[in-house]
């Protein structure tokens, strides 16, 4: 495979978004700051001129005499690399977009880049304060996802990103579009999580290294989320959220969007419920996205599910042969009740089974890894 490669001139555009950042938040932070998108499409010249019109030809003159060794030594500083739309490893999501960022920054392995098309492609998106059922299926379906192949696009916020990102992680591959430099740890409580995506995934901006975030760069990184993917997926929002952003993007450019259902009553669900009244497909599971890209059936969700440890698998296997309760389970096992107890409430924080009011375990549909993943 070719190495990356972005020419200076598209490189150039990423140091001027940077420089005009605070000009840009004036003008561009409005209702849901939904105008940044707009603004990008703009050329250097007319972006200078409505951003910071009075300051207009110097910031043209200093952007354009950075030498391109300078530019390509501030990558290489910061662990990154860059591509360009005159790059054939640029996505070709991307290319279906008029406001396309020029230049991509990136951190992680490149390769992963070459063969990223849409119908192989979802973003998962919500709500930043999302509710444990949020959190819990954003992760499930991004794990499934990712181990059916599928590559998982999201923002690493705080709420459904972040656990999407987790699911894919166990599962297969996940990007990370941040609205800040490439090499940013943004949160700063998730940089452990982008360290993690960095190791096995990969990282985007369309900002040079080292830029800090913004307002408006976070609707306009949602714009590379939404064309990057074949479908949008939006697990949990509010009526007015950001998130609904990404969708609205997303079906401006033809893609298709998906919804979780949810509780009418609850307010993190009024964003998915109002998609879903709009015509969104609805995703109960990994499969009803599987089927919406690639046809029903194509291609089959294997719901698998962390690696267990041996205690844990024992149990599993219990409630699979029919003891569903601790005290059967114990008495099946020959273990102690708190033993029991232990990996039961492993098992259901994993996923594995469910509980009801009066102490019944039920398996649900995740499986193990495989019998020879069993941690000792």
Partial sequence: MTEPHACPDCLRRSRLLAHLAPYIERIATGSRGARSPELLRLSDEDLVAVAAPNVAEQVLE????????VLQDALVEAECWGCCLHDPLYPAGLRD??????????RGDPA???????EGTVTLVGARRATSYGRQLARELGRELAA???TVVSGLAFGIDSCAHRGALEGGLTIAVLGCGADVAYPAAHRSLWRQIC???????????GTGAWR?????RNRIMAAMAGMTVVVEA??????????????????????VPGSVTSRMSAGPNNLLAGGACVVREAQDVLDAMLGPGARTAKRVGPRLEATQHSVLAAIEGGSVTCDAIAADLDLSGGEVAAALAGLEALGYVSCSMVGVYCRT???PPSADGIRN
């Fill in 365 to 367: 549909l995740l499986r």
């Fill in 62 to 69: 200093q952007v354009r005499a950075v030498p391109e060794r």
């Fill in 97 to 106: 977009a008029s406001d396309a960022p020029r230049a991509l920054v990136g």
């Fill in 148 to 150: 059916a192949g599928l």
């Fill in 112 to 118: 992963l880049l070459q063969d990223l098309e849409p």
């Fill in 199 to 209: 190791e096995s995934g990969v990282v985007l901006s369309e900002l040079p290294p």
């Fill in 216 to 220: 408006w760069t976070f609707p306009a």
């Fill in 238 to 259: 509010a009526e007015r959220s950001g998130s609904l952003i990404t969708a609205d993007l997303a079906a401006d450019l033809g893609r298709d969007l998906g919804a």
